[in-house]
């Protein structure tokens, strides 16, 4: 009897294996639509869709979250936090690593493959009636967010915790009335869909301030705040800015992370460990906190939240694909940073927590990015670099993008594996080389797309994110 005989005769794997198969027949339909780099600005289906399926999104009270980065491991904070002090949640984040289910997570865990197409077939009909009244059919981003609030309120769940996917007042997730808008640092990203500048981009994603909520406002440029305050101040929302309601006192190093001293809207929290490297990171644990502490109204007034629930919460918290570590001698570390604030962010991080010898790094990177100042950043903290190309169809070229990186390493540093997994192999001997035999302090760095990462950290055999 073979292997997949066995399979095939105990009940509960022959199961997986149907949902698993329907759940990728649901996900190649969502991914014959419109795809989620697209943007309209106009909420006519999403809306449209909303009304059919009775408001689901009305169920539930919502944290809410835009800015161009850090807003996915914020998300993953915030939902610790709500869960350590009981609550159920739903967490909706994009874009996924490595399995779609990853972008709609109940209670901490990435919902079931049948769960999933269960939910699907459920809105099936209602994405037809919609597509019928409309010019253009609902968008994959659209499709998908309506299946995640569906999820939601089946559950239940008692708060969603959701990530924009592109901008803020245009998004389909913007359907939410949520009480507490989370806006992460904003920079150049997406100019050709949000704007050309700073200030237009804070403007669109300003937009997921909602009527008397609470605003949790991140560090930001000069240019967007002021368009953050002035959205804040038209729809009468309470503000709370990063420097100054709240934010990082002190931190330090610590093995696996960083200690820090948070000021929050309600006191100050001591010895809090966070399990992830880097000040941006810190950064985002301070606007997840004054969130939470937003949405269960404490400040000034009341105190801090529970300390110890606070502290086990933090410590808790993983964010695969930043900056994450998925294996050992050589290290080697998965980083989806993909425009220059992000790989600022992650070489600061990498100087700071990690003391490389030899460092090489694996860059693939999506068209429309600013590749030259990517490669630009990188160029001090990497010994070699091995520029590949993942399988997006947005990918640049792997001969393309090496073009860039000798200009700007040099050839002798430059090694071109148009293949991911080739490029991983390379760069790990060439860490093994460059160290002479001695793995400690030899790494190897991967970055330049969330889609590079996610297959990084499959081909690296990582599980689901």
């Given at each position: 009897m073979t292997t997949a005989d066995r399979a095939s005769r105990q009940p509960g794997v022959a199961a997986a294996q149907r949902d698993r198969a329907r759940r990728q027949q649901v996900e190649a339909q969502l991914l014959a639509r419109w795809g989620e780099s697209k943007i309209g600005p106009s909420r006519h289906r999403i809306d449209r869709l909303m009304d059919v399926l009775g408001s689901p999104q009305r169920s539930y009270r919502a944290i809410h979250l835009t800015g161009t980065n850090g807003k996915t491991s914020t998300a993953r904070m915030v939902d610790e936090l709500l869960r350590g002090f009981g609550l159920r949640t739903g967490r909706y984040t994009s874009p996924h690593l490595s399995d779609i289910t990853e972008r709609i997570v109940l209670d901490g865990q990435p919902v079931s493959d049948g769960v999933f197409a269960?939910?699907?077939?459920?809105?099936?009909?209602?994405?037809?009636?919609?597509?019928?009244?409309?010019?253009?059919?609902?968008?994959?981003?659209?499709?998908?967010?309506?299946?995640?609030?569906?999820?939601?309120?089946?559950?239940?769940?008692?708060?969603?915790?959701v990530e924009v996917g592109l901008g803020g007042a245009w998004d389909a997730t913007n359907v939410l009335d949520a009480e507490v808008s989370v806006i992460t640092p904003i920079d150049l990203d997406h100019t050709e869909l949000l704007g050309e500048t700073v200030a237009?981009?804070?403007?669109?994603?300003?937009?997921?301030?909602?009527?008397?909520?609470?605003?949790?406002?991140?560090v930001q440029p000069v240019e967007a705040a002021a368009e953050l305050i002035r959205r804040a101040t038209e729809v009468d929302a309470a503000v709370a800015r990063e420097g100054m309601e709240f934010g990082v006192l002190d931190r330090s190093l610590a093995v696996g992370g960083q200690l820090l001293r948070i000021q929050g809207l309600g006191g100050i929290y001591e010895d809090v460990f966070l399990p992830l490297h880097g000040g941006y990171q810190a950064q985002n644990a301070a606007c997840a906190l004054a969130a939470v502490e937003a949405?269960?109204?404490?400040?000034?007034?009341?105190?801090?939240?529970?300390?110890?629930?606070?502290?086990?919460?933090?410590?808790?918290?993983?964010?695969?694909?930043?900056?994450?570590?998925?294996?050992?001698?050589?290290?080697?570390?998965?980083?989806?940073?993909?425009?220059?604030?992000?790989?600022?962010?992650?070489?600061?991080?990498?100087?700071?927590?990690?003391?490389?010898?030899?460092?090489?790094?694996?860059?693939?990177?999506?068209?429309?990015?600013?590749?030259?100042?990517?490669?630009?950043?990188?160029?001090?903290?990497?010994?070699?670099?091995?520029?590949?190309?993942?399988?997006?169809?947005?990918?640049?070229?792997?001969?393309?993008?090496?073009a860039v990186a000798v200009e700007i390493f040099g050839a002798d540093r430059v090694t071109v594996e148009?293949?991911?997994?080739?490029?991983?192999?390379?760069?790990?001997?060439?860490?093994?080389?460059?160290?002479?035999?001695?793995?400690?302090?030899?790494?190897?760095?991967?970055?330049?797309?969330?889609?590079?990462?996610?297959?990084?950290?499959?081909?690296?055999?990582?599980?689901r994110g």
């Open positions: 269960d939910a699907y077939a459920e809105i099936e009909p209602y994405l037809e009636m919609v597509d019928a009244g409309s010019d253009l059919k609902m968008t994959f981003f659209e499709a998908v967010t309506g299946l995640a609030f569906s999820i939601f309120a089946d559950a239940p769940v008692e708060v969603a915790v237009e981009i804070a403007r669109e994603k300003a937009g997921i301030i909602a009527t008397g909520a609470s605003a949790i406002l991140a949405f269960f109204g404490a400040g000034a007034r009341t105190g801090p939240l529970d300390a110890d629930i606070v502290r086990a919460a933090f410590a808790a918290v993983r964010s695969p694909g930043r900056l994450e570590p998925v294996r050992s001698a050589p290290t080697v570390l998965v980083d989806a940073s993909h425009n220059p604030a992000g790989m600022r962010a992650t070489v600061q991080a990498l100087s700071e927590g990690f003391d490389f010898r030899q460092l090489i790094g694996v860059v693939a990177m999506l068209a429309g990015k600013d590749v030259r100042t990517a490669l630009e950043i990188l160029e001090p903290v990497l010994d070699e670099v091995v520029i590949a190309q993942n399988s997006s169809s947005r990918a640049v070229p792997a001969d393309e993008l090496a148009p293949r991911l997994d080739d490029a991983l192999e390379t760069a790990v001997r060439l860490a093994e080389e460059s160290a002479g035999g001695v793995l400690v302090g030899a790494g190897v760095l991967v970055t330049g797309s969330v889609v590079t990462a996610g297959e990084a950290r499959t081909l690296l055999g990582e599980a």
